[in-house]
């Protein structure tokens, strides 16, 4: 009774506030799951949903493409059941005819069930390589200002595979594509057999980032002129929905300050900064800006970003510092993977600017038959990827030809208070709650 009484005395001065704690520590946990409708940003939502779908059959056409006849018995396919994200029961075979467009079955004489594509999906396929080769050389361009924006200059080959799509990489970058750019990187391998990408020369143009390229292009002092890049003071685009105005109500001034303060290159050696400072965080909110504009969607999972926390000078709690700059970032949940979103490079669900890899991956969905609407999806807050798919495609196709209806459904869904600048809780709600009655019965 005694210590409790002393770590409520301890905490109340901190998050106590007109005497509502119980309220706040009930009410403001900043898991994404959390928020309310009012806070999801309904258009990119829908992105997430059907670009969820065209990853699943996107794989797969992959998968086929590289066997020898472009065929593989369905059986087989049980290997991939993770990759798909298609849990059991459901059978893969009833995932295939869903989409009769791209994906052919037939039993051979015995009976052995097999998957091969349709020639619409081998053209496809084709005009995806087409693509890809012509996208090689800016590919390179960021792989290569990814190893100058990391610690070491060096990163891990299985790391940077997890962005393969999302930088739109060859099937073969692993064994082939990596080396050949000598002029730009090299594979090296370490005596325990871990094999880094590793930087071969520094390109000072390529330590510009895309926002000083957007703000200040040709303007004296941007860093073109620098070898080593330094202290930047190019504010973020930010973008709120609508429904995000309070936002500006209570910490505009907040915003202001931290959009007016200086920063350190994405390019620049960070070990120097202090973890935690506004100094630190304004820098990891630059190389998160950078790295998203690399990709295809100006999106990524984010548990692949995870993964870089060390090479990149970035925070242990990624994901608060994502939430935080709502007016820069939007995270998304569906199924159990968290996607992070630029938002300025969209307006409304579409991305303002495709280049030709996002284009072919509407051809895609165009045959998958999405067509956002009729059928409502609540959030998956649980289950996998594969299991709101399943929900989205059930009863929906039965015919051969049958199409996926979907629309997002805006209600039942997470809740959190606006999360911009505010200090961090040392205790998550769950904890607070249980040392509260804990009191409360002592």
């Not at 039993?107 to 619409?120: E, F």
């Amino acid at each position: 009774m005694l210590m409790c009484n002393r770590w409520l005395g301890r905490t109340r001065d901190r998050y106590c506030y007109h005497g509502e704690f119980l309220i706040r520590w009930m009410t403001s946990s900043r898991r994404v799951q959390d928020r309310s409708k009012k806070k999801r940003v309904h258009d990119l939502e829908v992105v997430t949903e059907k670009w969820k779908i065209v990853s699943k059959i996107i794989y797969l056409m992959e998968l086929l493409k590289q066997e020898p006849e472009m065929i593989i018995p369905v059986r087989s396919l049980e290997n991939h059941r993770r990759q798909i994200n298609l849990p059991k029961p459901h059978r893969i075979s009833d995932f295939l005819r869903k989409t009769p467009k791209l994906f052919e079955l037939y039993k051979d004489q015995k009976g052995v069930l097999w998957c091969g594509m349709t020639p619409k999906a081998e053209d496809l396929m084709e005009q995806q390589q087409r693509v890809i080769e012509d996208h090689a050389d800016k590919a390179a361009e960021y792989v290569t200002r990814f190893l100058m924006m990391s610690v070491e200059k060096r990163l891990p080959l299985e790391k940077i595979a997890h962005f393969r799509r999302d930088f739109g990489l060859s099937l073969d970058f692993r064994v082939h594509w990596v080396h050949k750019y000598p002029q730009h990187f090299k594979v090296v391998k370490t005596l325990d057999g871990i094999e880094f990408l590793e930087l071969v020369s520094w390109n000072p143009e390529w330590a510009i980032t895309e926002l000083e390229k957007k703000v200040v292009r040709g303007v004296a002092g941007s860093g073109s002129e620098s070898e080593f890049p330094g202290v930047l003071s190019v504010p973020f685009p930010l973008k709120f929905p609508s429904n995000y105005k309070r936002v500006y109500r209570y910490y505009a001034e907040k915003i202001q300050h931290f959009q007016e303060m200086s920063y350190l290159s994405p390019y620049a050696d960070a070990r120097g900064l202090k973890a935690g400072s506004l100094e630190f965080d304004k820098r990891a909110v630059a190389v998160m800006h950078e790295l998203l504009n690399f990709t295809i969607e100006k999106r990524l999972v984010t548990d692949h970003l995870t993964h870089f926390r060390w090479e990149l000078v970035m925070p242990q709690k990624l994901m608060r510092l994502l939430l935080k700059h709502c007016g820069i970032f939007y995270v998304s949940e569906r199924g159990k993977r968290f996607s992070v979103f630029l938002t300025e490079a969209y307006e409304g669900s579409e991305l303002i600017e495709k280049c030709p890899l996002v284009l072919w991956k509407e051809k895609v969905l165009g045959l998958v038959g999405y067509r956002g609407r009729k059928k409502k999806l609540e959030v998956c807050s649980e289950g996998s990827d594969a299991e709101c798919y399943d929900d989205l495609v059930s009863d929906q196709c039965d015919s051969e030809m049958g199409e996926l209806h979907v629309q997002i459904d805006q209600t039942g869904t997470l809740d959190y208070e606006d999360p911009l600048l505010e200090d961090d809780l040392e205790m998550d709600v769950g904890e607070i709650a249980h040392t509260y009655r804990k009191f409360e019965n002592s």
